[in-house]
């Protein structure tokens, strides 16, 4: 199966149900009062963590995604139905981000997990709601509340306990070969892995742990150079990084060197990847010229303040050792693994401070920018006229014609509010 980790996606949440406007009317009750019903709630987009979902693949051919709208009010205060809820699987360890601003949504990393992406308008209400002393029989009745929508950008990030890092041809790809079930595409040329690999170390009954083989860093990863941003992501949730280094330098690079600009491009990309733990191990002993390098590579390991392992992964030598080795190590560390991106859990779509914003177009027409009005003047019905007398009194509250007069409104201009253009008057 082919191995997706980012894709963009377009989700629309659904309209509310418009309002009924009607009046009972029944035998021998030849006045009855307003009964138009509420409509019903738009459905909500909603991203939901799925075992069975591995990658974003599907996500490459399908990218719009639209919740139903409520269904409308209607005659003796019945309430339109609420819309089902658009789910949308995704894979563990998914983080959503708005794809216009980067901001971030949600990180979904428990089966099960649920975040609403976009929420249903509410249902418009019906006239009977709009029923006071003052008002005996209200002819009036809203909208639906228009749906969310907006762009998001997915990215998946492994959940792997253990992370592989290295220069291309290291051997990483022959070490998670060999021990886990993982069967990664193995030759003797430059990012042969292309794709992160995820591998099952059995250490026992009922104990294991998974590793994931990332992709050959190269130096100026944390600025996209090669591979770059597409795979220093995947490191960010390990708990424990392998850091494999070629002893035989059968490419003729200094071990020493590729282990402290790997760590560079670590840090780079985040202090807190940089902080942690890290386990040397030197690759291919089993080639002869690994000799001269091995005392080399424990002095660094000393330097550094960290476990050191020589193995042969082709060979199948000292495996069982760093395998046992980074179990014990594993449980050490435990749970208690700061997050490299502090991450949203649930996304709250209304925001608290929300100011009313005049700016002006190029035809020197103004704009009113504001979710609420822009709501309030979505679900208005201004065919009639005691929705538009609700309305103008809105308008007053809000202290519109001030706040327009300050940016030089004139009579006649033309005032854009969302999807509806008013001529302003004195």
Known sequence: MQFIDRSKISVRAGDGGSGKSSFRREKFVPKGGPD????GKGGDVVLEVDANVNTLLNFRFNRRYTAENGDAGDRKKQYGRGAEDCIIKVPQGTIVKDANTGELIADLTELGQRAIVA??????????????????APTFAEFGEPGESRDLLLELKLLAD????GYPSVGKSS?????????????????????????????GYEKSFVMADIPGLIEGAADGVGLGHDFLRHIERTKLILHMVD???????????????????LKKYSDKLAKRPQILVANKIDLPQAAENISKLEELAKREGIEFFAVSAAAHENLDVLINYVGKRLEEIGDDVEPVVEAV?????????????????????????????EKIVAMTNFDNDEGLRRFQFIWRMKNLDALLKERGIKEGMIVHIGDIEFEWHE
């Open 36 to 39: 138009g019903g509420d409509g």
């Open 119 to 136: 929420k249903g308008g509410r249902g418009g209400r019906g006239n009977a709601k709009f029923k006071s002393a003052s008002r005996r």
């Open 162 to 165: 253990v992370g592989l890092v």
């Open 175 to 203: 070490l998670i070969a060999a021990v886990s079930s993982a069967r990664p595409e193995i030759a003797d040329y430059h990012f042969t892995t292309l794709v992160p690999v995820l591998g099952v170390v059995s250490l």
């Open 247 to 265: 002893a035989a330098a059968v490419d003729g690079r200094d071990p020493v060197e590729d282990f402290d600009k790997i760590n560079i491009e």
């Open 345 to 373: 859990k649930v996304f709250d779509v209304e925001k608290e401070d929300d100011p009313v914003i005049i700016e002006r177009n190029d035809a020197a027409e103004f704009i009113v920018r504001n979710k609420n009005i």
